[in-house]
């Protein structure tokens, strides 16, 4: 049992390009989460999936996009990377009933832009 | 003002010694809490969930405040191994785990 797959492990971009990350779960669970990680900042949420068919942004929304493929996959597109964008990227998921169970994370991206 | 707050830390201390943690939150409709465990820039991985009435878990313990909004950890016995950054996790309603910035540990011989 995979739980939570994100790929790349590590990514290094120019200013200006763009990527996408990618997030698959293999626990039917009906919600998805990026988040990602600075140091001394927490875990921040960028956007979330709640289920198949939606998306709503998080705490720090701009400069990113998300699509929810189906329901086991949720990527983050970065379309014109910036420096302030180096950070660690965490995708994760749960059951999604709205009563605030356990998260499932994948095992980040290191993303660094130059 | 952030809506989860923990203080950073680090606390520094000996094998065996007891430790504890608080978190605030910001929201009192807030309606399941947990704690998790960060190391080295990992992936956080569960630790415990924190139940009203307070829960333990061998060494650790969780317990929640709700008139003061606040829940605690308790390390009690503590190991090298325990060192690593202790994440408070708050969800407010729905579907939005809010995370507080962590607390370093660490454990010294």
């Known amino acids: 049992n995979a739980g939570v797959t994100q790929t790349p492990k590590f990514q290094v971009l120019k200013t200006g390009q763009s990527m996408t990350l990618q997030c698959a779960q293999d626990?039917?669970?009906?919600?998805m989460y990026w988040y990602r990680q600075d140091p001394g900042m927490g875990l921040r949420l960028i956007y979330y999936?709640?289920?198949?068919?939606?998306?709503d942004k998080g705490e720090v929304p701009n400069g990113y996009n998300v699509s929810r493929l189906n329901k086991r996959e949720f990527s983050l597109r970065l379309e014109s990377a910036a420096p302030s964008q180096t950070s660690v990227y965490f995708c994760?998921?749960?059951?999604?009933?709205?009563?605030?169970?356990?998260?499932?994370f994948g095992s980040g991206t290191q993303l660094s832009v130059l | 003002r952030k809506e989860v707050e923990q203080d950073p830390g680090p606390f520094n201390v000996p094998e065996g010694a007891t430790v504890a943690f608080n978190c605030t939150y910001s929201?009192?409709?807030?309606?399941?809490f947990f704690w998790y465990r960060q190391d080295c820039r990992k992936e956080p991985k569960l630790l415990m969930s924190?139940?009203?009435s307070g829960n333990e878990d061998g060494r650790f313990t969780a317990q929640l405040n709700r008139a003061s909004q606040y829940i605690s950890l308790l390390i009690r016995d503590s190991k090298l191994s325990d060192s690593a950054t202790y994440l408070c996790?708050?969800?407010?309603?729905?579907?939005?785990?809010?995370f507080g910035r962590g607390t370093s540990l660490i454990v010294h011989p």
């Open positions: 994760a998921s749960n059951p999604g009933q709205g009563n605030g169970e356990k998260l499932f």
């Open positions: 626990m039917n669970h009906n919600s």
């Open positions: 999936s709640a289920s198949e068919g939606t998306t």
């Open positions: 929201n009192s409709a807030s309606q399941s």
């Open positions: 924190v139940y009203s």
């Open positions: 996790v708050v969800n407010m309603g729905g579907y939005i785990p809010t």
